[in-house]
C-alpha cells in the first residue's frame, strides 16, 4: 500500500485537521488558450489512453462535439459553442474536464472520510476505494465534473493524471496538443503564461480577453485565457462558480454542531454520573401481607 | 481470538474516533501506478500522414529473450523536431492500429455494383490491379495532344503513395507510374 502514494493536502469529511503538510509543493497547473485551440480532440484521445478508459459511445447532437457531456469514462471533452456576436458568429472551442479548484466544492460536500483528497500539489483526486458512490461531490462541483460509473458504483473524473505529474511529467492531454493551446507547469507560471496571453489578444482587437481563475473556489489549477472573457458562459463556465451554500452549511456549521451535541451528549452523561453518582437501591419498605396472597 | 491488550487498545481509540466523528483524515492517499515505469521505448515515425510526427512506442518488458513485446502505450517523441512531443488525434490512438481486433489483416476487394467488401488473397489482389492497370491504360491512354505533340500520357489514373513508404520504395513506385504514363502522382516522400 505504501508503494505508490503522494502527500494529501487536504481530505473530504475530517473534522479535526489533517496529518499533512510535512512538505510544501508547488501547485501544479494546466493552462488553457481557449483561443488558440481548434478542436482537434488530440487531448480526448490521449486522455482516454492514457488512463485506458474504455470507448464511449459517441452522440451526435449537431455539432462536432464529442459527448454532450462529461462522462464516468470520457473526462476530458472540447466544447464547441456557437455563439452571435455583433454580426458576426464566433466559434469556441473549450476543453472541459476537472477544474482542480484550491478550495474543493467536491471535496467539501463529499460525506466519505478520505474519499476525495487534494494532494500536496493542488491535484484533486478520487479515491475509489474510500468512495461511496454517493455523487454528493457532483452536487458540490460547480463546473458539474464528477460522474457517476456504472459499472463500479463510485465517481469518477480527471486526475491531472497525477500518476504522470507525481513523476515529474506532463499530464497526457498537455502533452499531445498540436496548437500549443495546453501548458504544464506551476500555477505561478501558468499565470503569467496567461497574462501574457490577455495582453497579446488585448492588443490584437480582444479588448474583453482575460484569464479566468475564478476566486469564489480560491482560484482553480486549471488557467484559461478567454477572448471573451467577459462572457465565461458563452464558454459553458459560471459567471462566478461558488462552492454550493447547502454544502457550506452543511459542513461549515451542521456537522461541527452535530460533532459538538455528540460530544456534549457524552460529556453530558458523565457529568451527570459524578454529581449523582450511581443510582442508589430504593427499598420499597415492607409488602402490605393483604398482598402477597398467601392469605386465602 | 488471540488479541493482545495493545491492539485492543488500539481498536478501541480508532473504532470510538470513527463512532465520534473524531476522524483525522490521512496525510496520504494512493494513486495508479506509472503504467509506463519499465516499458521498452522504441522511437517510430506515425504512419498517418506526410507531417512524418515521431512517436514513441512503449512494449511491454525490457527486451529480455523471454518477453514478447507488445505495445501498451504510444506517445509523441519529444525529441523529434516535427512535433516535439505533440500528436494529433489519430496518432494519438496508434496502439488501436498496431492491436485493435479490427483492423484489416488482408486485401479486401469492393467489385462494382456491390455494397460489401470481400476479402481476396495476396495473389488475387495483386492479378486483379494488373488486370485493371492494363484495361484503364490501354482504355484513357493519349499519344497525342490537341496540338499534335506526343504525350504518351494515360489520364485515367493516379499513383499515391504512402507516408511511412521507404525511399526505395518510392524510387520503383515513380518509374512504374511514368512507365505507365501516369501524370497525377504524389508519393509523400516526405519522411
Not at chain 1, 45 to 66: F, H, K, M, R
Not at chain 2, 58 to 85: F, M, Q, W, Y
Not at chain 2, 140 to 156: D, I, Y
Not at chain 2, 178 to 188: E, S
Request: aromatic share 6%; net charge neutral; proline share 6%.
Amino acid at each position: 500500500m505504501a508503494v505508490n502514494e503522494l502527500e494529501v493536502r487536504r481530505s473530504s469529511a475530517s473534522v479535526l485537521g489533517f496529518l499533512g503538510g510535512a512538505r510544501k509543493l508547488p501547485t501544479v497547473s494546466k493552462y488553457i488558450d481557449t483561443s488558440t485551440c481548434i478542436g482537434c480532440k488530440a487531448c480526448e484521445i490521449a486522455c482516454q489512453e492514457w488512463n485506458d478508459l474504455p470507448e464511449v459511445a459517441t452522440v451526435q447532437a449537431g455539432s462536432y462535439q464529442t459527448l454532450p457531456d462529461l462522462h464516468a469514462g470520457y473526462w476530458n471533452l472540447i466544447r464547441f459553442n456557437e455563439m452571435e456576436h455583433g454580426d458576426t458568429l464566433v466559434w469556441l472551442m473549450r476543453k472541459d474536464q476537472c477544474m482542480h479548484c484550491e478550495d474543493p466544492g467536491c471535496l467539501e460536500a463529499c460525506p466519505a472520510p478520505g474519499a476525495i483528497v487534494q494532494y500536496a500539489n493542488g491535484i484533486v483526486d478520487v479515491n475509489p476505494d474510500k468512495c461511496i458512490g454517493c455523487a454528493y461531490c457532483a452536487s458540490g462541483c460547480p463546473f458539474n465534473v464528477p460522474k457517476f460509473a456504472e459499472k463500479t458504483g463510485k465517481m469518477q473524473k480527471c486526475t491531472l493524471c497525477v500518476d504522470r505529474s507525481r513523476v515529474g511529467l506532463e499530464p497526457a492531454c498537455v502533452k499531445s496538443c498540436p496548437t500549443g493551446c495546453l501548458h504544464f507547469g506551476t500555477k505561478d507560471d501558468m499565470l503569467s503564461l496567461a497574462k501574457g496571453r490577455v495582453a497579446q489578444l488585448k492588443a490584437t482587437g480582444f479588448a474583453q480577453a482575460a484569464v479566468y481563475d475564478p476566486p469564489g473556489v480560491g482560484g482553480t489549477a486549471v488557467v484559461t485565457v478567454l477572448a471573451h472573457g467577459d462572457h465565461p458562459e458563452w464558454y459553458g463556465l459560471p459567471k462566478d462558480p461558488q462552492v454550493p451554500l447547502g454544502v457550506k452549511l452543511w459542513k461549515g456549521f451542521l456537522r461541527p454542531l452535530g460533532f459538538l451535541a455528540v460530544l456534549g451528549a457524552v460529556v453530558g452523561a458523565f457529568g451527570h454520573h459524578l454529581y449523582h453518582g450511581n443510582k442508589g437501591h430504593v427499598d420499597p419498605g415492607p409488602r402490605d401481607p393483604d398482598e402477597t396472597g398467601t392469605a386465602a | 481470538m488471540d488479541l493482545s491488550r495493545r491492539a485492543f487498545l488500539k481498536a478501541g481509540t480508532v473504532g470510538g474516533s470513527i463512532a465520534l466523528g473524531l476522524d483525522v483524515s490521512e496525510a496520504r492517499a494512493e494513486m495508479r501506478d506509472l503504467k509506463i515505469a519499465r516499458t521498452t521505448e522504441t522511437r517510430s515515425t506515425c504512419p498517418y500522414c506526410a507531417v512524418s510526427c515521431g512517436v514513441i512506442l512503449h512494449t511491454l518488458g525490457d527486451r529480455a529473450k523471454n518477453v514478447t513485446g507488445s505495445v501498451v502505450h504510444v506517445e509523441g517523441d519529444p525529441d523529434h523536431p516535427i512535433n516535439r512531443g505533440t500528436l494529433c488525434p489519430k496518432g494519438m490512438a496508434i496502439k488501436e492500429d498496431i492491436s485493435h481486433p479490427g483492423r484489416l489483416t488482408a486485401p479486401r476487394v469492393r467489385k462494382p455494383g456491390s455494397d460489401t467488401w470481400e476479402e481476396i488473397s495476396w495473389d488475387d489482389a495483386i492479378a486483379r490491379i494488373a488486370r485493371h492497370v492494363k484495361d484503364t491504360r490501354d482504355r484513357c491512354f493519349v499519344e497525342k495532344n490537341a496540338k499534335g505533340q506526343v504525350v504518351n500520357r494515360n489520364p485515367g489514373m493516379g499513383m499515391i503513395g504512402g507516408c511511412t513508404d521507404t525511399n526505395e520504395f518510392n524510387f520503383l513506385q515513380w518509374k512504374a507510374s511514368v512507365a505507365f504514363g501516369v501524370t497525377y502522382r504524389d508519393t509523400q516522400a516526405r519522411v
